[in-house]
């Protein structure tokens, strides 16, 4: 495989279509599964070793979830995907983290790619690719990350809690996907904690150089917010029409829920970027204000000693016929009037709330 220099593995050209390539940036992850198999009654939690063990569970009555991290693996997610009989191209975009959310349906399963967005421990945003594949009585999800946000799917699971151990697989990824669309809301606040925190840093006066950099920072993480979840609406929207026996009506009302939350999501983004660019505008609004200040001082000043040079100018030539030059306190009148106008002018300007 090629190597970029930022470490990624990039997909080589003229491949034929099918041809699977690991696109991402965590090559050396190890390959970790586990499972969830259950039905009403009984649940089968469970690691695997290999890839080979995931093959008995294709035909099976309950309903398994099969989660693979470490997409690096392509040979393993290969068999994978020819034992559940999967289409090359939907191998091919699992191994490709670049891919935009989307859903395609096949003959026998339908493929979803979504993104999962959280922060990290130093609050660094970061974009994880996971896509899930669903059969009749199976879930196979895809990820490269070290964690996701389906712990509390796993915890429901384990508990019996909720209604995921009473239906089936369609129910299963709508609760996969809706887990994922509720960590958006999470990540919405913290972006809305940022916008806040520097809003009253403008508000107190604490503008610099770091400040611009961080309304900049920002206003990138917001547009790769939105480039990741925006796409999730057609997906979503799309997958509550599929008429297929592989989603059930009962299922299709919980779609709808999730549609709605998508759009309560994008439209909270569409708020949150208005908000970074007023902050933009208030930044540049901020520095204008300071400037006019400065320069209404240097004015002032400017104006003050205008008539004061003037003044000294005059009784600086050196003409021999000035009366002021043989007045024995000239020097003590001249200095007399100087500070007559400076004090003049001070008070006018302070009238005229200049000052």
Not at 158 to 176: F, I, P, T
Request: glycine share 4%.
């Amino acid at each position: 495989m090629k190597k970029a220099t930022s470490s990624q593995v990039v997909r080589k050209t003229g491949l034929a279509p099918g041809t699977i390539v690991y696109v991402g940036n965590k090559s050396k992850r190890d390959l970790f599964i586990d499972v969830f198999d259950y039905n009403r009654e009984k649940l089968d939690e469970k690691q695997l070793e290999n890839i080979e063990e995931a093959f008995s569970y294709e035909n099976k009555e309950t309903v398994t979830w099969i989660n693979i991290n470490g997409l690096n693996h392509v040979n393993e997610i290969e068999k994978l995907g020819i034992d559940f009989k999967l289409h090359p191209l939907i191998i091919e975009d699992i191994a490709n983290t670049k891919q935009r959310p989307k859903l395609e349906e096949h003959d026998e399963c339908i493929f979803v790619v979504l993104k999962m967005l959280y922060f990290d421990k130093d609050q660094n945003l970061k974009f994880e690719n996971i896509s899930f594949v669903q059969g009749s009585n199976y879930v196979l999800s895809f990820q490269e990350a070290d964690g996701d946000v389906f712990d509390s799917v796993r915890n429901r699971l384990r508990n019996s809690k909720g209604r995921v151990r009473s239906n089936g697989a369609d129910y299963l990824l709508y609760v996969l996907m809706d887990a994922i669309v509720d960590n958006y809301f999470t990540l919405m606040e913290v972006m809305g904690e940022k916008i806040e925190e520097l809003e009253e840093n403008l508000f107190e006066e604490k503008s610099n150089n770091d400040l611009i950099q961080e309304i900049h920072s920002l206003k990138r993480e917001i547009l790769k917010i939105r480039r990741a979840i925006y796409p999730l609406r057609e997906v979503v929207n799309r997958i509550d029409k599929v008429e297929d026996s592989l989603i059930t009506e009962k299922t299709q009302l919980y779609l709808r829920d999730l549609y709605d939350h998508v759009i309560q999501v994008t439209e909270s983004i569409d708020i949150q970027r208005e908000l970074i660019w007023s902050l933009m505008d208030m930044y540049m609004t901020t520095i204008s204000n300071r400037m006019n200040e400065v320069m209404k001082v240097l004015t002032i000043m400017a104006t003050i000693f205008i008539p004061l040079t003037f003044i000294a100018g005059v009784y600086g030539m050196n003409f021999e016929n000035i009366p002021e030059l043989k007045f024995q306190y000239g020097y003590f009148v001249i200095w007399g009037v100087m500070v007559g106008v400076f004090l003049g002018m001070l008070y006018y300007f302070k009238r005229k709330e200049w000052l």
